[in-house]
T-cell receptor, first 109, second 113 residues
Framework: QKEVEQNSGPLSVPEGAIASLNCTYS??????FFWYRQYSGKSPELIMS????GDKEDGRFTAQLNKASQYVSLLIRDSQPSDSATYLC?????????FGRGTSLIVHP | KAGVTQTPRYLIKTRGQQVTLSCSPI?????VSWYQQTPGQGLQFLFE???????NKGNFPGRFSGRQFSNSRSEMNVSTLELGDSALYLC????????????FGSGTRLTVV
């Protein structure tokens, strides 16, 4: 059973702070890693993808991948109230993407 | 370009009925996957279609079925509805088998009463 684990939260951070979201996975053959953002009542939206070890930055978002530790993280710098959402980690190996249950992020003014 | 279109957006059905949901992927995307999302279970994979062929199937009973047409549009069908089938059904479009990430449709909210 391939698993993707995330802390359900909620993770509460003040506006302007760095939010750190974490994800671990069990399938060592995993090759593609994704972060989706899901606002309440909406569908998930792809915000980051990462395929190799290290960091990948896109605007205020940084994805970090450590395949040896089977660990993926998402950093959100200068967090805004509009970042309040559930963040889903997805891992793709040889089968189909497996999703974590998501971490709820609350950014308070 | 147009996104992923799912119809209908909302459905209310009674137990025992059947339902058909539709999904039109992004133009040029040949892979369509279906997921069920509930608060308790998160996103659960139903099945994936690529070029009209079912490539993968999740751990759902045979009451759940799907198909894909030559224009890549996909339908999923649920027969003999149960209360536990109430969920958000999401269609995800991708170029390949999700290895490049998904674009999700807005979903169909199914309520079984």
């Amino acid at each position: 059973q391939k698993e993707v684990e995330q802390n359900s939260g909620p993770l509460s951070v003040p506006e302007g702070a760095i939010a750190s979201l974490n994800c671990t996975y069990s399938d060592r053959g995993s090759q593609s890693f994704f972060w989706y953002r899901q606002y309440s009542g909406k569908s998930p939206e792809l915000i980051m993808s990462i395929y190799s070890n290290g960091d990948k930055e896109d605007g205020r978002f940084t994805a970090q991948l450590n395949k040896a530790s089977q660990y993926v993280s998402l950093l959100i710098r200068d967090s805004q109230p509009s970042d309040s959402a559930t963040y889903l980690c997805a891992v793709h190996g040889s089968y189909i993407p497996t999703f974590g249950r998501g971490t709820s992020l609350i950014v308070h003014p | 370009k147009a996104g992923v279109t799912q119809t209908p957006r909302y459905l209310i059905k009674t137990r025992g009925q059947q339902v058909t949901l539709s999904c039109s992927p992004i133009s040029g995307h040949r892979s369509v996957s279906w997921y069920q999302q509930t608060p308790g279970q998160g996103l659960q994979f139903l099945f994936e279609y690529f070029s009209e062929t079912q490539r993968n199937k999740g751990n759902f009973p045979g009451r759940f079925s799907g198909r894909q047409f030559s224009n890549s549009r996909s339908e999923m069908n649920v027969s003999t509805l149960e209360l536990g089938d109430s969920a958000l059904y999401l269609c995800a479009s991708s170029v390949g088998q999700g290895a490049d990430g998904y674009t999700f449709g807005s979903g169909t909210r199914l309520t079984v009463v």
